[in-house]
């Protein structure tokens, strides 16, 4: 990757700018840190426009659950498939030609109620047991079960179906509820989004929710960056993520980029943040010591113009004594 010396400036924000030659230093730190991996970033020149792109990780960081969107009701959804289910490049036929849905593949069936002569069924088993037959034939074995049989004997209970509808899928190690399509997603987790670094703030937001379906507004959520001081700073809509994330530098232990919602978060200045990680009997005893100095400092400033206030009279007397002159 060329790092030439340039000398424009780069946007980094509204009324911001940096250098172009700084920028890609700090690019170069980046890169270098995760030189091998796919979160490397580029650069190119488009119109005299000076612009990075590549992944970004986001954490969530949200408190409340979120909504995505629900499909289609007219649209069938399908099972998973089973362990011996066709691959999905096996519905193609000797021609090439692509097969007719729901058409079942022509294998041969063992029937479990009638078995070959020579291969004895176990006494215990009933002529319609779920067992399949094991032959040395490199042949596809089925039972009459994944063709068309009902399994009588997995017949579930009001219970487990009521068990099976509140089943939770996970979308991205996240959890998802296919009935109330409600998304709990792991505080801390990360996502990633692929941008660039004219992307604003809402434009990211925006193109985040949309990966994941999500049908809450951008307008609830904002993007803070988040030190492992505790302090946390608030990106602007007119602020671009990806240059934040190249100007704080690429190491995740030290700031991560975190998805929050507006209403729940406060900004924590570097000053405050510098105190949250102390216990509440040393923070007493910080401001112990603060009360005492501002003791310290009243008594001091009452001490000066009590001072000031002894000169002043003094002067007037002299004054007032001294006798007038015509």
């Not at 007119?238 to 507006?262: H, N, W």
Request: with cysteine; charged share 25%; glycine share 4%.
């Amino acid at each position: 990757m060329d790092y030439s010396h340039q000398t424009s400036l780069v946007p980094c924000g509204q009324d911001k700018y940096i250098s172009k030659n700084e920028l890609l230093l700090h690019l170069k730190t980046y890169n270098l840190y995760y030189e091998g991996q796919n979160l490397q970033l580029r650069h190119r020149e488009e119109e005299d426009e000076f612009i990075v792109e590549g992944l970004l990780n986001i954490s969530w960081g949200l408190r409340r659950p979120i909504r995505l969107q629900m499909q289609d009701d007219n649209e069938r959804i399908r099972p998973p498939p089973s362990s011996s289910s066709w691959h999905s490049g096996c519905n193609l036929g000797a021609q090439g030609t692509t097969l007719k849905p729901l058409t079942v593949p022509k294998v041969q069936i063992s029937e479990v109620d009638a078995p070959p002569e020579g291969d004895q069924m176990p006494s215990s088993t009933d002529s319609r047991s779920l067992k399949p037959l094991q032959e040395d034939t490199p042949q596809l074995m089925r039972t009459r079960s994944d063709v068309g049989v009902r399994r009588r004997g997995n017949v579930r209970t009001p219970s487990d179906q009521r068990r099976i509808r509140r089943h939770r899928f996970s979308i991205n190690g996240h959890f998802y509820n296919h009935k109330t399509s409600v998304f709990t997603p792991a505080y801390g987790s990360v996502t990633n989004v692929r941008i660039n670094s004219t992307m604003t703030t809402p434009q990211v937001l925006k193109l985040l929710l949309n990966k994941f379906k999500i049908e809450n507004s951008a307008e609830e959520f904002a993007l803070y960056v988040v030190h492992t001081s505790g302090e946390k700073q608030k990106l602007k809509a007119t602020d671009y993520p990806l240059i934040a994330r190249i100007l704080q530098g690429p190491c995740e232990q030290v700031s991560k980029v975190f998805l929050m919602e507006k209403d729940q978060v406060e900004e924590v200045t570097y000053d405050v943040a510098q105190y949250i990680k102390f216990e509440m009997p040393v923070l007493k005893s910080f401001i112990q010591k603060l009360q005492e100095e501002e003791d310290r400092e009243v008594k001091k400033l009452m001490r000066k113009y009590t001072v000031l206030r002894l000169m002043i009279r003094q002067r007037l007397e002299e004054i007032a004594e001294t006798p007038a002159t015509i």
